[in-house]
């Protein structure tokens, strides 16, 4: 079975930076995955890592740590609109998602 | 990236009571996925629908309950038979694309209500 463990709160203010870390115990691995979930809408893509080192995609960037069974994810500039979940998912080798309980982040302004 | 829709969008439905989700995705995918995701909580794997076969469920999931269907690449249907208040939820339709893009959709979701 996976066991993922991600921070339950974060607050920054608008501009600021943001870490989101996720950790990990797996008996299989394909990759892990970030969602962004906005309260009351679907996940929606944000980032994947398969391989050791950062991802980078605008503002948001991705690090993974195979070895350390470790990732985290970057908001940079954070804008209001930022203020969402953020889901860690690691997926297994037969293609399933397993995911953290997510990480609610906070902008203020 | 996959277009995926589902209906209803959301419903309140009576105990003991029975509804089917459908979820359409606009371009052929290999894998399809129902999750389920509680008031509050992340999401949890209910069962990979395979096409022409039976679904594969995981655990603490059961095919009376959760009955799937997937006749086709684009096309999958899931019923929560007898339902209870504990159904109430948001049920999630997830597709990816086995050996090409290694991106999972999710669809828009179905809020469930049970009284």
């Known amino acids: 079975g996976q066991n993922i463990d991600q921070p339950t709160e974060m607050t920054a203010t608008e501009g600021a930076i943001v870490q989101i870390n996720c950790t990990y115990q797996?008996?299989?691995?394909?990759?892990l995955f970030w969602y962004q979930q906005h309260a009351g809408e679907a996940p929606t893509f944000l980032s994947y890592?398969?391989?050791?080192g950062l991802e980078e995609k605008g503002r948001f960037s991705s690090f993974l740590s195979r070895s350390k069974g470790y990732s985290y994810l970057l908001l940079k500039e954070l804008q209001m609109k930022d203020s969402a979940s953020y889901l860690c998912?690691?997926?297994?080798?037969?293609?399933?998602?397993?995911f953290g309980a997510g990480t609610t982040v906070t902008v203020r302004a | 990236s996959a277009v995926i829709s589902q209906k209803p969008s959301r419903d309140i439905c009576q105990r003991g009571t029975s509804l089917t989700i459908q979820c359409q995705v606009d371009?052929?995918?290999?894998?399809m996925f129902w999750y389920r995701q509680q008031p509050g909580q992340s999401l949890t794997l209910i069962a990979t629908?395979?096409?022409?076969?039976?679904?594969?469920?995981e655990s603490g999931f059961v095919i009376d309950k959760f009955p799937i269907s997937r006749p086709n690449l684009t096309f999958s249907t899931l019923t929560v038979s007898n339902m209870s208040p504990e159904d109430s939820s948001i049920y999630l339709c997830?597709?990816?694309?086995?050996?090409?893009?290694?991106?999972?959709?999710f669809g828009p979701g179905t809020r469930l209500t049970v009284t």
């Open positions: 997830s597709v990816a694309a086995r050996g090409g893009s290694y991106e999972q959709y």
């Open positions: 797996t008996s299989g691995f394909n990759g």
């Open positions: 890592n398969v391989l050791d």
């Open positions: 998912a690691v997926r297994e080798n037969d293609y399933k998602l397993s």
């Open positions: 371009s052929q995918v290999t894998m």
């Open positions: 629908a395979n096409q022409g076969s039976e679904a594969t469920y």
